[in-house]
Nanobody
Framework: QVQLVESGGGLVQAGDSLRLSCVAS????????MGWFRQAPGRKEREFVA?????????YYTDSVKGRFTSSRDNAKNTVFLLMNNLKPEDTAVYYC?????????????????WGQGTQVTVSS
């Protein structure tokens, strides 16, 4: 069992930056691929944003955030980060971190085993 707690969301203006953090409980954090998803207002599904491999050596991003968002992790602190630069109003959403016990990266929410409660990011124009 893994429990995830996100923090770092807030209300910012377009062009600003935020860094989200997600702290995991348990001793096996380094055995999980970690993902970031978001759910925009009025949308039913969670959209894939980024994923990071177990070691942190490899990252994956959806096209709309490439070059603006960076995911990293600190396995010693059981924490994964999402640095979001040059935020846009269309980035407004609840952001979730998720843990996937599979070795391979996945952009599908249904493949992730554990989820945090989410943190709200609101970007004003």
């Amino acid at each position: 069992q893994v429990q995830l707690v996100e923090s770092g969301g807030g209300l910012v203006q377009a062009g600003d930056s935020l860094r989200l953090s997600c702290v995991a409980s348990g001793r096996t954090f380094s055995s999980y691929t970690m993902g970031w998803f978001r759910q925009a207002p009025g949308r039913k599904e969670r959209e894939f944003v980024a994923a990071i491999s177990r070691s942190g050596a490899t990252t994956y991003y959806t096209d709309s955030v490439k070059g603006r968002f960076t995911s990293s992790r600190d396995n010693a602190k059981n924490t994964v980060f999402l640095l979001m630069n040059n935020l846009k109003p269309e980035d407004t959403a609840v952001y979730y971190c998720a843990a996937d016990a599979s070795l391979l990266y996945s952009g599908s929410a249904s493949d992730y085993d554990y989820w945090g409660q989410g943190t709200q990011v609101t970007v004003s124009s």
